[in-house]
Nanobody, 115 residues
Framework: QVQLVESGGGLVQAGGSLRLSCVASGDIFSINVMGWYRQAPGKQRELVATITKGGSTNYADSVKGRFDISRDNAKNAVYLQMNSLKPEDTAVYYC?????????WGQGTQVTVSS
């Protein structure tokens, strides 16, 4: 089992920035992909960004150029720097880890962007 603890959500005005953090613990051997998904009210959960152990990244088109994902393998942590936030970025953000073809999810952290 892998446990994920997220932090860093909150309320911010449009154009502002937030940084999300997620730390993995437990059976963390061989974790490859870490990342973030989000789910807005009434919508399906969607990919925001992922990063492999080697540092390869993947972003949703809607956040490219505004969000930056990074990872600290020594700390088993993944971060999401969110800049130029828009009201449509409002959602619950979930940390995601893939280990041995099994997905693990954090409890979610609310990000609210006011206009």
């Amino acid at each position: 089992q892998v446990q994920l603890v997220e932090s860093g959500g909150g309320l911010v005005q449009a154009g502002g920035s937030l940084r999300l953090s997620c730390v993995a613990s437990g059976d963390i051997f061989s974790i490859n992909v870490m990342g973030w998904y989000r789910q807005a009210p009434g919508k399906q959960r969607e990919l925001v960004a992922t990063i492999t152990k080697g540092g390869s990244t993947n972003y949703a088109d809607s956040v490219k150029g505004r969000f930056d994902i990074s990872r600290d393998n020594a700390k088993n942590a993944v971060y999401l720097q969110m800049n130029s936030l828009k009201p449509e970025d409002t959602a619950v953000y979930y940390c995601y880890v893939n280990r041995a073809l099994t997905a693990y999810w954090g409890q979610g952290t609310q990000v609210t962007v006011s206009s």
